[in-house]
């Protein structure tokens, strides 16, 4: 299955050691230093070693292969503390910094060396798909080869934030559904799930404080049939009853996600997208309602009361219970997409926009300047709290709270902007990583998306980095993320499809330095990346075939 990937002088050189073509390797994302050898490691039945140093939830994750090579090989590896010069031997090396790692595999031993559990994991991945992609399956599988080729490699990411968002409020997955999705993510070196867990057509996430937030609020009349831009078809069938997370499934998520190393980071999107709160609490609105979840897609006028000191203390309530819940160091306040039109009218909104002493001016109205307050505030009490705040990059829009992260959604405007003054950003532009947008031209051959045109190879060509920053201005982008809205995506399957490919192209975005990147390499490898997600049972795009012709 492994194929091969020819570059011809490299190869001559390489032919006279070993007798082979093979000079690269079929891993997404690709390694940054891949030196390979003559000779192969049997991996089948091999002895697993650990230094007594490392972490117990790394010690799982290397048990765990262990057990699944096993059952694949149908050979059975021991495992055992302490270092040996055989097998695969895992090694602590506090001098690695924590994302890296090195892997050496001789004829003896495949040496992993690595200072924290995902260093480890991320070398257990490489592991893997150096593997027969029975690997990653279910079943035995002894009859194929179970060797890894000899070679040095020394990988580390290029971006320290390497992010995928999941909306589970237009539509809604489950315990195993957002497990399924961490598990994409784990195979891809991903790092942090962005998790936007309420929004105005159902709010997901059980506060205590407020019930009705999940009694009322989770639970929208009836849902829109077809595109908002040519349909007033509604289905007449109530959607979303039970359908939210209870804090002890929060917490089995966050455990499950921790022991693969993945940062999980809510998003409570706030002053807008807030109508299934408004559902539930209708005082917390600037006409006081009543308000419905919201059964169609788009941007609802209808938004919170910030003038409202009761609505404030209901945002904090919520961060408070939201910030003892989630261990990140970021919470997302979303902040995108809220009309200032109820803000004009309202008494309470205007009485503090002349509280604050806040004006238009030739840059933005005071209603703007107004949203920057609740934003600072917000960031005011996230710090007090030990957080950080990030942001849609409307949140540049008005005055911008001192420390806040801007994720630019707009293009890539926002972030460079953000960079430039100062601030951090996390780069998940609409024209590289809405993965709702359509990925081929052939949309009548596609399930209904919200529209644009995303293919993997324009996933693939982002760079994120403006020609013109300086060195300190690129050290505030933080990272990358692709963004997966299902308006129009009602079932696992079909988040799968719209995910895979693209992901494996948003990986080595995140991960590989520039000139690791190639993507003739990344196309022909393409055949293993996606037998990786048939063997897992993974949905996905087949369109990089046609692509590849
Ligand atoms: C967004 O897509 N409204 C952040
Ligand atoms: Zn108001």
Aim: proline share 4%.
């Amino acid at each position: 299955m492994k194929k091969i990937f020819i570059l011809v002088a490299a190869a001559a050189l390489f032919a006279s050691c070993c007798q082979t073509e093979k000079t690269t390797l079929d891993i997404v994302p690709y390694p940054n230093n891949v030196e390979l050898k003559c000779g192969s490691f049997t991996a089948a039945g091999a002895e697993f070693h650990y230094s007594a140093e490392i972490e117990p939830l790394a010690v799982d994750l290397i048990e765990a292969f262990a057990a699944q090579l096993s059952m694949v090989t149908s050979k059975e590896s021991t495992i055992a503390q302490g270092v040996s010069d055989k097998g695969f031997v895992f090694v602590q090396n506090p001098e690695i910094a924590a994302e890296a790692y090195t892997l050496k595999v001789s004829e003896n031993a495949a040496v992993v060396e690595a200072s924290s559990l995902r260093g480890f994991n991320y070398a257990i991945q490489t592991i893997k798909q150096m593997l027969p992609v029975e690997v990653f399956g279910k079943a035995a599988a002894a009859d194929k080869e179970w060797t890894l080729p000899c070679v040095k490699i020394n990988d580390a990411p290029r971006f320290g934030y390497r992010g995928l968002h999941m909306d589970v409020s237009r539509h809604f997955f489950d315990m195993d559904e957002v497990k399924r999705y961490l598990d994409i993510m784990e195979v891809h070196k991903l790092n942090t799930l962005h998790w936007h867990i309420t929004d105005d057509q159902g709010w997901r996430l059980e506060i205590k404080k407020y019930p009705r937030l999940t009694e009322v609020g989770a639970v929208r009349k009836q849902t829109l049939v077809g595109h908002l831009f040519d349909s007033e078809v509604y289905d007449g069938t109530p959607y979303g009853e039970g359908c939210y997370f209870t804090q002890d499934q929060v917490r089995e998520i966050l455990d499950y996600a921790a022991g693969k190393g993945i940062t999980v980071i809510p998003e409570i999107d706030l002053p807008g997208h807030m109508l299934a709160a408004l559902a539930a609490y209708p005082e917390l609105g600037c006409t006081g309602g009543p308000y419905d979840v919201w059964g169609k897609w788009g941007v609802a006028d209808d938004v919170l009361c910030v003038g409202k000191e009761k609505t404030m203390q209901f945002l904090e309530d919520v961060l408070t219970e939201v910030c003892e819940l989630f261990p990140a160091e970021y919470v997302h306040i979303g902040g995108d997409e809220c009309p200032k039109v109820r803000w004009e009218k309202c008494p309470h909104c205007q009485a503090k926009i002349a509280e604050l002493g806040l004006k238009d001016d030739d840059r933005f109205q005071a209603e703007h300047y107004l949203q920057g307050y609740v934003t600072s505030r917000m960031e005011k009490f996230l710090a007090s709290k030990g957080k950080k705040l990030i942001g849609w990059d409307e949140i540049l829009e008005g005055e911008v709270a001192d420390n806040a992260i801007v994720m630019s959604w707009r293009g890539t405007a926002g972030g460079i902007k953000a960079a430039k003054m100062g601030h951090d950003a996390i780069m998940t532009p609409n024209s590289f990583f809405y993965l709702d947008y359509y990925q081929s031209l052939d949309t009548a051959k596609e399930p209904l998306a919200i529209g644009g045109y995303l293919p993997v190879e324009t996933c693939y060509s982002y760079e994120p980095y403006a020609e013109n920053m300086t060195d300190e201005e690129k050290a505030h982008i933080l990272g990358v993320q692709a963004n997966l809205w299902t308006e129009y995506i009602a079932t696992n399957e079909h988040l799968e499809y719209m995910l895979l490919p693209r992901m494996a192209a948003l990986s080595e975005v995140q991960w590989c330095q520039p000139q690791t990147k190639s993507w003739e390499r990344f196309l022909d490898s393409a055949d293993d990346f996606c037998a990786i997600y048939d063997v897992a049972g993974y949905n996905y795009s087949k369109r990089i075939f046609d692509v590849r012709g």
